[in-house]
């Protein structure tokens, strides 16, 4: 008997199945879900500047508010840390002392090796075992961890120096850094002080892709490689096949999933949502398809720098920013909003909305202002946005 072919899902059922699991086809499934949960969940959340993580929360949990998790950073319970693909995350403790010795060689030791060269013989055990005694006798910023380094090898590239300790130490970046409506210069201790427990062990790869799947699924073995920046994870895909379901997608390629895993219907509702930039939900897949239009992939971008992403039916359709008092989603401020202590959220749609979708749009506008900047002037505007 010929084996089975397996079911073929294209991409609004592919899209429609990890907005569920994403959190932002339904806002809390059932019971409200914490934002401790929801960051366990999620597997961290990208935290290269303050405000992404607030508005991640914001867009995928019914009552957020952004003290929740600030409050989780002041006690320890999550931290900001640099794991998958060498970018920072906001985490939550456990994951930030095993997910770090996981995605240690997909990021941090793949960025080393570039900076070794410029180390001019230094022994690298050395300079981590000095990088960790100066960061665990006091949380320091990286320039002041940069002099203390030069003060014993006043002849090494600076820059090589304060890289190899960040990429061989787990380092976390300290509070009062990453509170919500605080500021602070970035500075560093090791996982181990912060939490006063030790690192590791990595976790097996087999439990990670259960996990991975649980958050982006049904996905391939390249596109949870493209999350984690591993390589060499069909091993554990092929050790996890008889637990778990296979599919295609539209260009036959092989995609694995958890059995119990939502797969809503393709025409189930997606209201629009509004995303931060780097949202791990459209950085997750070597294949981005099934949020992103081919047309407007580049137009999410500036340069290196991701956009904020407006999404309308699930997919990617334009770009957003705040300006004013609360609004952190952007670069740009508006002086003049700001000073009114009022703040405005503009809308660039790439498509043209119906009279339905241009609503919807302003309500979840409406809504993360309300949360971002509760007691601010709003103003929601669908128009250019000129950076």
């Not at 490689?225 to 599919?247: C, D, H, I, M, N």
């Amino acid at each position: 008997m010929a084996p089975k072919t397996p079911p073929v899902l294209g991409p609004r059922a592919l899209g429609r199945a990890t907005l569920d699991r994403q959190l932002l086809l339904r806002r809390d499934p059932g019971e409200r879900m914490t934002a401790e949960v929801a960051v366990e969940h999620l597997i961290g959340l990208q935290a290269q500047n303050v405000g992404p993580p607030y508005h991640a929360l914001a867009a995928r949990l019914h009552g957020f508010r952004p003290q929740e998790l600030s409050e989780l950073m002041a006690s320890r319970a999550v931290a900001r840390m640099v794991t998958m693909r060498s970018t920072l995350h906001t985490h939550g403790a456990h994951d930030c002392l095993t997910l770090r010795p996981f995605a240690q060689p997909g990021g941090p030791e793949r960025e080393l090796r570039m900076f070794t060269r410029r180390l001019g013989g230094i022994d690298p055990d050395r300079l981590a075992a000095v990088g960790r005694e100066l960061l665990e006798e006091r949380p320091r910023p990286v320039g002041e961890l940069r002099d203390a380094l030069l003060a014993r090898w006043p002849d090494a590239d600076p820059l090589a120096l304060t890289t190899a300790v960040r990429c061989m130490l787990p380092l976390v970046q300290t509070t009062p850094r990453g509170l919500w409506g605080r500021s602070g210069q970035v500075t560093l201790t090791t996982a181990e002080q912060w939490f006063g427990l030790p690192v590791g062990p990595a976790p097996e790869p087999e439990s990670v892709v259960r996990r991975y799947l649980a958050a982006f699924g049904p996905a391939s073995v390249r596109d949870m490689q493209t999350w984690s920046g591993l390589t060499r994870l069909k091993g554990a895909f092929e050790r996890l096949r008889p637990e778990l379901v296979a599919f295609h997608d539209d260009k036959g390629v092989e995609l694995f999933d958890l059995p119990e895993g939502p797969r809503p219907d393709p025409d189930t509702p997606a209201p629009p949502r509004l995303l931060p930039e780097f949202d791990n939900l459209l950085l997750s897949h070597a294949d981005r398809s099934r949020f992103v239009p081919p047309d407007f992939r580049d137009r999410l971008w500036k340069g290196n720098q991701a956009r904020s992403v407006l999404l309308v039916d699930g997919r990617a359709a334009g770009i957003w920013r705040t300006c004013g008092r609360g609004g952190s989603g952007g670069r740009k401020r508006d002086r003049d909003a700001e000073e009114a202590g009022a703040v405005t959220l503009t809308v660039r749609s790439f498509v043209r909305l119906t009279a339905a979708q241009r609503t919807a749009v302003a309500e979840e506008a409406g809504r993360l202002l309300a949360i971002v900047a509760p007691g601010a002037d709003h103003d929601v505007r669908f128009g250019e946005l000129t950076d």
